[in-house]
């Protein structure tokens, strides 16, 4: 073993940072999903990665914001959560041998071991990308960064978000709730657990009243627990940690992810500050449109977001309760610090908005894009369109963990049966000469019905796609 963390520090002196990355995914833990894995509400620890792709994706590198929502994102923030849950407590509902034999693998020390090598790794490669896209401000004095926090409020009061709109406008609702439901279970008790992690230390002196603040917040998560396990049971749902993982997409890991990365990393504590003050931001102008949601698909409008819809914390005590002793401890940069925390936050809040958005929208239209996938196929064939295709023969019950395409794709089943999956509620069965269009990021898992399938995925360029 210990021959085996030499070499991996080696290579992480040599530039093969990938490797090192590689190394950790290969945990059994992460091991692609089979067919009865769609769903691990007993197994906090298995993990589905798609490790296999790992073969030619690249996290020795920065990731550009054009990647923001592509493959290269939903797998790094599935092995960066990996990373963070393998330093908290999670214990199956029951035990079980499954839930077992993978716990041992997601606490042994190789993967702890593995898994601190690889965060910095993909920490840079996942979040280097907020650098770019900060708008700075003018100045950043405590009261020139406080305008700026309450001019955010305001215009997150008037526009919550455009993901609530789209739920509320498809025609499944259930469907759609179900699916915001599983995204808020991926980054909310998230983002609380960083919290309490980083209430953990000696700052009184340094930071008067800042534990007790963290303590509390962290002490009012647990006390509503018993109302987050109703909400999700209401919709036939667990609370198992990562129960519904294949299903949460790479945006909603990186909310939590951001929160996790700045609480650990404790020569970032302005900067956690600012992603905390944003965090409760959000809570508060989201909790009104997480009910509409759950009311409309469920039912019941749950109690839960009673107490999230509150003035978010110390937001009115802002300057004197953060700031300040930021600038004290810290100095200017301090202040800056907090300011880019909380607007990189921000930032990934508004693209989690855009992919979930978008993700309700196609979900909720399959027969549609069916259609569109008839005619992108008839105007091809018509025309005589050379476009580049990936043919897979694949065999019964084999399994595609859920992932995103890179670009538009098509998928055209020639011969045999399959499920295409996008959602805990159904899944929709493709036969043979069906075809189905799956546009850039969105996610979608599938499993063969048949002895064997045989299915073709053109390529389809920008300016088709947009022709449809």
Excluded at 104 to 111: C, G, M, P, V, W
Excluded at 244 to 258: D, E, F
Excluded at 269 to 298: C, K, N, R, S, W
Excluded at 321 to 336: A, F, K, Q, T
């Amino acid at each position: 073993m210990a021959l085996e963390y030499t070499d991996l520090f080696a290579r992480l002196a040599a530039g093969d940072a990938n490797g090192v990355v590689k190394a950790f995914a290969a945990n059994p833990a992460f091991r692609a999903a089979e067919w009865e894995e769609l769903t691990t509400e007993d197994n906090p620890y298995r993990r589905p990665v798609r490790p296999d792709d790992l073969a030619w994706l690249d996290y020795g590198k920065p990731m550009p914001v054009a990647k923001a929502l592509k493959l290269s994102a939903l797998l790094g923030h599935r092995m960066l959560r990996n990373v963070y849950d393998s330093g908290l407590l999670h214990l199956p509902p029951a035990a079980g041998p499954a839930a077992a034999a993978d716990g041992a693998l997601f606490y042994d020390e190789r993967n702890r071991v593995l898994g601190a090598m690889a965060a910095p790794v993909l920490e840079r490669h996942l979040f280097t990308l907020l650098e770019s896209e900060r708008k700075p401000l003018a100045g950043y004095a405590p009261e020139q960064v406080a305008a700026a926090v309450g001019a955010y409020h305001e215009q997150r009061l008037a526009e919550p978000g455009r993901a609530f709109a789209a739920a509320l406008s498809t025609k499944d609702r259930k469907a759609s709730a179900t699916f915001v439901l599983l995204q808020l279970s991926a980054y909310l008790p998230a983002s609380r657990a960083a919290v309490g992690r980083a209430a953990l230390g000696e700052y009184d002196i340094a930071h008067p009243g800042a534990r007790i603040a963290l303590l509390d917040d962290y002490r009012t998560w647990a006390g509503l627990h018993g109302q987050y396990r109703a909400l999700l049971e209401g919709a036939g749902l667990k609370t198992t940690t990562g129960a519904y993982w294949q299903l949460y997409l790479g945006t909603s890991l990186a909310r939590g992810n951001h929160l996790h990365r700045l609480s650990r990393d404790r020569e970032k504590y302005p900067e956690f500050l600012g992603a905390l003050l944003h965090h409760g931001i959000d809570q508060a102008v989201t909790a009104a449109g997480f009910a509409d949601v759950f009311e409309d698909g469920f039912g019941t409008r749950p109690a839960l977001f009673d107490h999230f819809g509150l003035e978010p914390g110390h937001l009115g005590d802002l300057t004197g309760r953060w700031v300040e002793p930021l600038l004290r401890l810290y100095g200017p940069s301090g202040v800056e610090r907090f300011h880019h925390g909380f607007a990189d936050a921000a930032w990934l809040a508004g693209l989690w908005d855009e992919d979930l958005a978008r993700q309700l929208a196609w979900a909720d239209s399959i027969p549609e894009h069916q259609d569109k996938a008839e005619r992108i196929s008839r105007y091809i064939q018509d025309n005589g369109i050379t476009v580049d295709l990936d043919t897979f023969v694949e065999s019964h019950e084999e399994t595609s963990t859920t992932h995103v395409h890179d670009e538009h794709r098509l998928v055209m089943v020639e011969r045999g049966q399959m499920h295409f999956w996008n959602n805990v509620t159904h899944k929709i069965a493709l036969h043979e000469g069906d075809k189905v269009l799956i546009p850039v990021s969105r996610l979608h898992g599938s499993t063969v019905l048949s002895g064997e399938c045989t299915y073709h995925q053109p390529i389809i360029p920008e300016d088709m796609y947009a022709r449809f």
